[in-house]
Nanobody, 123 residues
């Protein structure tokens, strides 16, 4: 089992940047595919980005492609989400998640979830 803890959220103006971090417990971090999801008030949780076990493959939702970058540092048990050119519609709680078996954009593929960190983008 792995525990995930996100940090780095906050309030930022439109056009600004934030970098989210997610630290995982345990010594098997590089066996997990990692993803970021978000949930805005009144909306379903949606896929944002995912990265393969060693970082060679990355996947993005169309809504964030070209603005967000997912990366991981296995030596630090950490996955990052660099968010640039933020828009008010990016406002949401952002969650990191770990999947044991497959790189995926489907939330059902992920086995472990963090508690989330709030990102608010003002116009």
């Amino acid at each position: 089992q792995v525990q995930l803890a996100e940090s780095g959220g906050g309030l930022v103006q439109a056009g600004g940047s934030l970098k989210l971090s997610c630290v995982a417990s345990g010594r098997t971090f590089n066996t997990y595919r990692m993803g970021w999801f978000r949930q805005a008030p009144g909306k379903e949780r949606e896929f944002v980005a995912a990265v393969s076990r060693f970082g060679s493959d990355t996947y993005y939702a169309d809504s964030v492609k070209g603005r967000f970058t997912i990366s991981r540092e296995n030596a630090k048990n950490t996955v990052y989400l660099q968010m640039n050119s933020l828009k008010p519609e990016d406002t949401a709680v952002y969650y990191c998640a770990a999947a044991r078996f497959v790189d995926s954009s489907a939330s059902t593929a992920y086995d472990y979830w963090g508690q989330g960190t709030q990102v608010t983008v003002s116009s």
